[in-house]
């Protein structure tokens, strides 16, 4: 280990940010004091993570929620705060060592709810006059009350056996499961409970009952598992109904499709009615050995929409409902289209789609006069703050700046109001809030609300970002990000990074990372090379999906177009000292590469990729994405040459031309691509005598999610770094 990461691991150890209460250790906000300009793995797990925000209906106080973590204690705290909108006046909620988490305005602003210890609490908007609201037997997941403020939803788990056997009772120590059908784990769990959404009654002095399940004896989520939280479902501005996201499916009919649909619940009559299907809809024959995009039931039809549909929101004058809606199914990186449907007449009308923005819409708000819509989507590699009329007219609101915008809503209630509190952050700083006021054209003005990290930031030398437009083998034109250490001095070669996206439909727009980390490692004296590849939203539909049963093709060979270009043309890189980095398809990359660079790299490093794909095709427990993206099932006769093609140049077929000292890292608790994708790489770069080492985590997934674990990671990634590319 380095000296400048010892010094740092000591500095957060001593200042970590922790006092003793009760037995327990309450993490607050780290004040260390860096040794060193430059950026550690230490000094990242010290910054603060701004979560959940929430302005008050009126417009002027702003509640959210901050994580902070210590590397001792191996462990986060969530905490909340509330200030004025401007960001003055900040008090601290949280006061012990209980996480606190989703903080709601209530009772028209003048109380905020919350999560505590799994039940549901209130307090007033100081902090004072707590009230446990629930004393459920079961942990509230999130909440929601309606505008009357008379009920709420409440989101429980639920058992659930539907693949997976309950063991007899007379075995009440057997471990064993017994799987009956696919859906049986999902992302980093055995499916043995689903959580469900239930109504629940606010009572005259504040608790609320356990409530009624709105998809009583229904064996299907909701929200939707793995990400999915209480932005699957909306009041109605009358209180009436609720909208709720909910793919009715299970076992292999789960584990292959994507369609989901927005369901309308009525509180009266506990009646539901889909707004994605026709009354009397039949499921269609699907043959799931084959992909969904070779299969003419895959496309919408009329009123039947059967891709993505997720995420509803009533306008505030209760007139339309919006949902996110992509069109295939199986079709998880699908075009993000904003769809609005009259409530009256049932008209739905796509206000975002590919004709007037060919990119997705990540997130969106109404406006308060519900004429317009507010919306999230990425451009040439940043992501942006868009108004779209119910006309259909586009604008970009957000000043024309290298960042990306995390999250979007009103700020406050005011019908003639053009403010939103947002939450932005670039490739050299993390999440804070800001206002942004809508003006004309790109001319926004933002008013910066938190200064979370600021302490922090301000110890450390900053990389230099530049953006780089490479020619592509076919005559196109690939956007590369070039990042350049701290100190950088041009007279100097570096060595360099090239950096693969996963996705494989991820945009490399100006993420902020807690793991791949631009910042940390141009701190660390690399140069990266992160090109915006074939496959990548952000560049039109037709780029974006030019990935999809094409794996080893043009995306390959646009990694190495700006890898290439960066070596011949940057003085600044050694071309002799270039190593190449990648997580999931980013993995899939390293490990392909790794059989085909002829000998330009003199390190890989692979996190969570898929080696075999064979193997990865009845591995994943989401078999949609292997379907979708490989064309056909691996023993089909009769597959496409897509399909072909893919299992043809699967990585794991390559090993013969490995000749380069490889890292390999994976997470057991990864169900989506198994670890015995990067054992199985290890294990064969060890037996061709090529120089490796396996970093396997067995309780962390896709992602390296504990403190110590996360340390670990970074001091592993860039010890193999150095000894390869500088010693």
């Known amino acids: 280990m380095n000296k400048s990461l010892t ?16 037995a327990q250790t309450m993490i607050q906000k780290n ?44 462990k986060g705290h969530q905490m909340l705060f509330v200030s004025d909108a401007n960001g003055r006046n900040k008090i601290s909620l949280t006061k012990d060592a209980e996480s606190e988490t989703d903080a709601a305005w209530i009772d028209g602003g003048r109380k905020i709810a919350f999560l505590r210890g799994g039940q549901l609490w209130m307090m007033n908007a100081d902090g004072t006059g707590r ?34 056997q309950q063991n007899p009772s007379d075995l009440p120590k057997a471990t064993g499961r017994l799987v009956t059908d696919m859906n049986y784990r999902h992302w980093d769990h055995y499916v043995e409970s689903i959580e469900h959404p239930f109504l629940a009654t606010v009572n005259a002095d504040g608790t609320i009952t356990e409530g009624t399940d709105i998809l009583q004896s ?20 009358d209180s009436r109904s609720i909208a709720y996201t909910c793919r009715k499916k299970e076992g292999v009919a789960y584990a292959n499709s994507t369609d989901a649909d927005i369901y309308l619940y ?45 995420n509803p929101k009533f306008s505030p004058d209760g007139k339309y409902i919006a949902w996110q809606s992509m069109e295939h199914d199986g079709y998880e990186s699908d075009l993000n289209r904003l769809c609005v449907m009259d409530i009256a007449t049932g008209k739905k009308t796509y206000v975002v789609n590919k004709d007037n923005f060919d990119s997705n819409v990540d997130d969106y708000c109404w406006a308060n006069d519900s004429k317009s819509v507010y919306f999230l989507g990425c451009w040439h590699a940043c992501v942006n703050v868009y108004d779209v009329t119910l006309g259909r007219k586009v604008m970009q609101v957000s000043p024309e700046q290298w960042n990306d915008y995390g999250s979007l809503q009103m700020l406050g209630n005011d019908a003639k109001s053009r403010t939103l509190l947002v939450s932005r952050h670039s490739m050299i700083a993390p999440d804070d809030l800001y206002l942004l006021t809508a003006g004309k054209a790109k001319s926004g003005k933002l008013t910066q609300v938190t200064t979370e990290n600021a302490d922090i930031l301000s110890q450390l030398a900053k990389p230099t970002i530049q953006q780089r437009w490479v020619k592509t083998t076919d005559g196109k034109q690939e956007l590369v990000w070039i990042i350049l250490p701290p100190h950088f001095d041009k007279n100097k070669k570096y060595p360099t ?90 993995g899939f990359s390293v490990y392909y590469l790794a059989g085909h660079h002829n000998k330009r790299f003199k390190c ?6 898929a080696f075999n794909l064979e193997s990865m095709y009845t591995d994943t427990e989401e078999a949609w994405f292997s379907n979708w993206e490989y064309d056909d099932a691996y023993w089909n006769k009769d597959m496409t040459a897509n399909a072909k093609k893919t299992y043809e140049n699967s990585p794991h077929k390559f090993v013969g031309q490995w000749d380069t000292p490889i890292l390999c890292i994976h997470g057991e608790k990864d169900y989506r691509i198994n670890a015995n994708q990067g054992m199985g790489a290890f294990n064969a770069a060890r037996m061709r005598g090529i120089p490796a080492e396996l970093l396997i985590f067995p309780d962390e997934n896709h992602w390296v999610l504990k403190p110590q674990n996360g340390i670990l990671w970074q001091r592993t990634f860039f010890n193999w770094l150095d000894k390869w590319l500088k010693k």
Request: charged fraction near 20%; proline fraction near 6%.
């Open 131 to 164: 009230q446990q609201l629930t004393h459920d037997k079961t942990d509230i997941d999130g909440f929601r009350f309606s505008p009357d403020g008379k009920q709420v939803i409440l989101i429980k788990s639920i058992p659930y056996h539907g693949s997976i």
């Open 7 to 22: 010094i740092a691991a000591a500095a957060t150890m001593l200042a970590c940010g922790s006092i003793s209460l009760n």
């Open 266 to 310: 009525d509180i009266a009559t506990k009646t539901t009615r889909n707004l994605c299907k026709p009354e009397g809809y039949q499921e269609p024959a699907i043959d799931y050995t084959k992909s969904m995009r070779n299969q003419t039931v895959n496309h919408q039809k009329g009123d039947r929409m059967v891709g993505y549909d997720v």
């Open 497 to 586: 990074l090239l950096y693969c996206e996963g996705g494989p439909q991820s945009p490399v727009s100006q993420f902020w990372s807690y793991r791949w980390n631009f910042f940390i490692m141009a701190a660390h004296g690399y140069v990266i090379v992160a090109p915006n590849r074939r496959g990548l939203p952000g560049f039109g539909s037709a780029w974006n999906e030019e990935i999809s049963g094409d794996w080893t093709g043009q995306c390959m060979n646009d990694y190495l177009s700006a890898i290439d270009d960066a070596a011949n043309n940057l003085p600044y890189v050694d071309k002799d000292k270039l190593g190449c980095v990648g997580a999931s398809f980013g």
């Open 218 to 237: 229904e064996p299907y989520e909701c929200p939707m598992a793995p990400f999915g939280g209480i932005e699957q479902l909306a009041w109605s501005p």
């Open 604 to 609: 890989f490093i692979a996190h969570d990729g």
């Open 31 to 74: 004040e260390i004091k860096l040794q060193s300009d430059l950026m550690t793995p230490e000094a990242l797990w010290a910054m603060g993570r701004i979560g959940g925000a929430q302005a008050s209906p009126d417009g002027k106080k702003i509640v959210y929620q901050v994580g902070y973590y210590s590397i001792q204690e191996n």
